[in-house]
RNA sequence: GUGGUAGUAGCUCAGUUGGUUAGAGCACCAGAUUGUGGAUCUGGGGGUCGGGGGUUCAAUUCCCCUCUACCACCCCA
C-alpha cells in the first residue's frame, strides 16, 4: 500500500461513486421541493460556540468529536457536525424570523472525530430539511411525509422503518427525567459502568442500553406515557394522527431517544436492518427551544438528517454515466476541422470526446472503453466530401453523414 | 475512546512449516490487424508482501510497535 493514504475516516468520490451520490441529493433535492422546500446552504465552519452552546455541553458531539482549530485571526472555529446549529444561527443572524414559515433543504458534509466503521466516517455528507416557526404537528407530518417520499422515491422505502417517539414538552421532559433518575439511582448498583456514566449525562439514554444488566432495570422502569402532560400528549396525537391519515407506517418506540439536547416532542428515525450496527439512515424531530436558546426570539422547529453514505448503501449500483460520441479524425487536416466540429457538437448538447492521439485502431478502442454510443470518423477522403462515417458502437452499423447534418443525426445520441 | 478480525499487483485472492528470480484470474499496455472497437491468440509492464523496529546466517513468514479497513461496544446520519 502507498503510503499517501487518505485522512482515517475520509474517502474519495471517484467518478461512479460520484455518481450515486449525487443521485441520492438529486433526488431527495427534487422530492422536497414538491413539499415547499427550498434549498440553501450554511457555511462549512462556525465558530464553535454555535455548536456547544447548541448541542449541550454532555454531548459526545460536542465533548470528544468536533474538529475544533483556532484559525490565523484567532478564533475558535469548527467544522460542522451537524447542520441543524447552523441552520438556526443564520436564522437569527439573517433577521429570517418575518420569513417564517421557513422551509429549507440543505446537503453538504459534516466533520465528526468517531472511530471509523462501514457507514460511519470522519467527513461523512448528510441531507436535511427544516422547517421553522410552525409551533403545531403539522410540521412533523409533513416533515416525516417529505422525508418517507424520499426515501420512496430512492426505491428503499421497503427497507427502512419508521421509528416514532415523543420526548414531550420542556416540563414533562424534565418532570420525567427526575423519575427516571431516582428510579436508577434506586438500582445504581446494579447498572452498567456506560449506564452509571450516562446517568449523569443523558439518563434517557439508558433506556436505549443494549447491556443484558441493563435491560432487565429498563423493563421496570417508569413509562414517559405516564408522565406526559396533556399538551404534550395532545400535541403527540395530532402527529399520529396525521400519520395515520396519510397510512404512512410507523413503530411507537418508547425507548427511542436522541442524543442532542435541543430535541423536544417529536423525535423519529427511519431506521434499516441493511447496515449493522449503524442502522439509523434518517433521523430528526422537532427543536423548540433551539433558536431561543441561541439569542434569536422564541421559534419552533422540526427536521430531520440523513447520511447520503448510507442511503447509497441501501440504493445499490449508480445510473450509468451518459454514453459520449467519439469524434476521431485521421490526419492533420481532419484534426483541425475535428477540434472545431467538436466544439459546435458540443454546443449543441452533445458529449464529446476527441481523442488525443493514436492510430485509428487504438482510438476505436478508447471508444469502446468508454462506452461511445457512437464513433464520428473523419479521415482525408471523408474531408475531400464533406461527410463523415458515423458508426454506431453498438450495432456496429455504419453511414455517411454530411458534415453539415451532423448535428441533426447525433441528437439521437443526446 | 474500549475490545476483536484482517492487510500479498489497480481489483479479487493463492502461497511461503523462515531459504535463490513471490504466483493466478480479472484489469492495464503492445502486437497479430500501418482507415475500424467488443471476441481470440501472443508478448509485456506492474509488488520496497501496509509502515517501522527486533530476533536470525537469512524475515513476506516469528515477536513488538504503528497505520488503515472491517466487526462489536460507544455514539449516531
Same mark, same amino acid.
Given at each position: 500500500?502507498?503510503?499517501?493514504?487518505?485522512?482515517?475516516?475520509?474517502?474519495?468520490?471517484?467518478?461512479?461513486?460520484?455518481?450515486?451520490?449525487?443521485?441520492?441529493?438529486?433526488?431527495?433535492?427534487?422530492?422536497?421541493?414538491?413539499?415547499?422546500?427550498?434549498?440553501?446552504?450554511?457555511?462549512?465552519?462556525?465558530?464553535?460556540?454555535?455548536?456547544?452552546?447548541?448541542?449541550?455541553?454532555?454531548?459526545?458531539?460536542?465533548?470528544?468529536?468536533?474538529?475544533?482549530?483556532?484559525?490565523?485571526?484567532?478564533?475558535?472555529?469548527?467544522?460542522?457536525?451537524?447542520?441543524?446549529?447552523?441552520?438556526?444561527?443564520?436564522?437569527?443572524?439573517?433577521?429570517?424570523?418575518?420569513?417564517?414559515?421557513?422551509?429549507?433543504?440543505?446537503?453538504?458534509?459534516?466533520?465528526?472525530?468517531?472511530?471509523?466503521?462501514?457507514?460511519?466516517?470522519?467527513?461523512?455528507?448528510?441531507?436535511?430539511?427544516?422547517?421553522?416557526?410552525?409551533?403545531?404537528?403539522?410540521?412533523?407530518?409533513?416533515?416525516?411525509?417529505?422525508?418517507? +417520499?424520499?426515501?420512496? %422515491?430512492?426505491?428503499? @422505502?421497503? !427497507?427502512? =422503518? #419508521?421509528?416514532?417517539?415523543?420526548?414531550? $414538552?420542556?416540563?414533562?421532559?424534565?418532570?420525567?427525567?427526575?423519575?427516571?433518575?431516582?428510579?436508577?439511582?434506586?438500582?445504581?448498583?446494579?447498572?452498567?459502568?456506560?449506564?452509571?456514566?450516562?446517568?449523569?449525562?443523558?439518563?434517557?439514554?439508558?433506556?436505549?442500553?443494549?447491556?443484558?444488566?441493563?435491560?432487565?432495570?429498563?423493563?421496570?422502569?417508569?413509562?414517559?406515557?405516564?408522565?406526559?402532560?396533556?399538551?404534550? +400528549?395532545?400535541?403527540? %396525537?395530532?402527529?399520529? @394522527?396525521? !400519520?395515520? =391519515? #396519510?397510512?404512512?407506517?410507523?413503530?411507537? $418506540?418508547?425507548?427511542?431517544?436522541?442524543?442532542?439536547?435541543?430535541?423536544?416532542?417529536?423525535?423519529?428515525?427511519?431506521?434499516?436492518?441493511?447496515?449493522?450496527?449503524?442502522?439509523?439512515?434518517?433521523?430528526?424531530?422537532?427543536?423548540?427551544?433551539?433558536?431561543?436558546?441561541?439569542?434569536?426570539?422564541?421559534?419552533?422547529?422540526?427536521?430531520?438528517?440523513?447520511?447520503?453514505?448510507?442511503?447509497?448503501?441501501?440504493?445499490?449500483?449508480?445510473?450509468? %454515466?451518459?454514453?459520449?460520441?467519439? !469524434?476521431?479524425?485521421?490526419?492533420?487536416?481532419?484534426?483541425?476541422?475535428?477540434?472545431?466540429?467538436?466544439?459546435?457538437?458540443?454546443?449543441?448538447?452533445?458529449?464529446?470526446?476527441?481523442?488525443?492521439?493514436?492510430?485509428?485502431?487504438?482510438?476505436?478502442?478508447?471508444?469502446?472503453?468508454?462506452?461511445?454510443?457512437?464513433?464520428?470518423?473523419?479521415?482525408?477522403?471523408?474531408?475531400?466530401?464533406?461527410?463523415?462515417?458515423?458508426?454506431?458502437?453498438?450495432?456496429?452499423?455504419?453511414?455517411?453523414?454530411?458534415?453539415? %447534418?451532423?448535428?441533426?443525426?447525433?441528437?439521437?445520441?443526446?
Amino acid at each position: 500500500m502507498a503510503s499517501l493514504q487518505p485522512v482515517r475516516g475520509t474517502h474519495d468520490l471517484l467518478p461512479e461513486a460520484m455518481r450515486a451520490h449525487r443521485r441520492v441529493i438529486e433526488t431527495a433535492r427534487e422530492v422536497a421541493e414538491r413539499y415547499g422546500f427550498d434549498e440553501m446552504a450554511t457555511p462549512i465552519f462556525e465558530f464553535t460556540d454555535v455548536f456547544r452552546r447548541t448541542l449541550g455541553d454532555t454531548s459526545d458531539i460536542v465533548t470528544k468529536e468536533m474538529y475544533t482549530f483556532t484559525d490565523k485571526g484567532g478564533d475558535e472555529l469548527t467544522l460542522r457536525p451537524e447542520n441543524t446549529a447552523g441552520v438556526a444561527r443564520c436564522f437569527i443572524s439573517e433577521g429570517l424570523a418575518q420569513d417564517v414559515p421557513l422551509k429549507v433543504f440543505c446537503g453538504g458534509p459534516m466533520f465528526r472525530h468517531e472511530r471509523p466503521q462501514k457507514g460511519r466516517l470522519r467527513q461523512f455528507h448528510q441531507i436535511d430539511i427544516e422547517i421553522i416557526g410552525v409551533p403545531g404537528p403539522q410540521a412533523d407530518v409533513e416533515v416525516i411525509a417529505a422525508g418517507a +417520499a424520499i426515501l420512496k %422515491a430512492l426505491g428503499i @422505502g421497503d !427497507l427502512t =422503518a #419508521l421509528q416514532l417517539n415523543t420526548l414531550g $414538552d420542556a416540563e414533562s421532559r424534565g418532570k420525567f427525567r427526575d423519575v427516571l433518575v431516582a428510579y436508577f439511582n434506586d438500582h445504581l448498583n446494579d447498572l452498567s459502568e456506560d449506564s452509571r456514566d450516562r446517568l449523569e449525562r443523558n439518563p434517557l439514554r439508558i433506556l436505549d442500553s443494549k447491556d443484558e444488566g441493563d435491560r432487565k432495570i429498563v423493563a421496570g422502569a417508569p413509562d414517559y406515557a405516564d408522565h406526559l402532560n396533556q399538551e404534550s +400528549a395532545d400535541f403527540f %396525537a395530532g402527529v399520529t @394522527g396525521g !400519520l395515520d =391519515a #396519510l397510512d404512512i407506517a410507523y413503530t411507537l $418506540d418508547p425507548k427511542l431517544v436522541r442524543g442532542l439536547d435541543y430535541y423536544t416532542h417529536t423525535a423519529f428515525e427511519f431506521t434499516t436492518t441493511e447496515l449493522g450496527a449503524q442502522d439509523a439512515v434518517m433521523a430528526g424531530g422537532r427543536y423548540d427551544g433551539l433558536i431561543g436558546t441561541m439569542g434569536g426570539p422564541e421559534t419552533p422547529g422540526v427536521g430531520w438528517a440523513a447520511g447520503v453514505e448510507r442511503l447509497v448503501m441501501l440504493c445499490g449500483d449508480p445510473p450509468p %454515466a451518459r454514453r459520449p460520441v467519439a !469524434l476521431i479524425p485521421i490526419g492533420e487536416a481532419a484534426e483541425a476541422v475535428a477540434l472545431e466540429l467538436s466544439e459546435a457538437l458540443r454546443a449543441a448538447g452533445n458529449r464529446i470526446d476527441l481523442g488525443y492521439g493514436g492510430n485509428l485502431n487504438r482510438r476505436m478502442k478508447r471508444a469502446n472503453k468508454i462506452a461511445a454510443a457512437a464513433a464520428v470518423l473523419i479521415g482525408e477522403d471523408e474531408l475531400q466530401r464533406d461527410v463523415a462515417t458515423v458508426r454506431d458502437m453498438e450495432t456496429g452499423e455504419q453511414e455517411e453523414v454530411a458534415l453539415a %447534418a451532423l448535428e441533426d443525426h447525433l441528437a439521437r445520441y443526446r
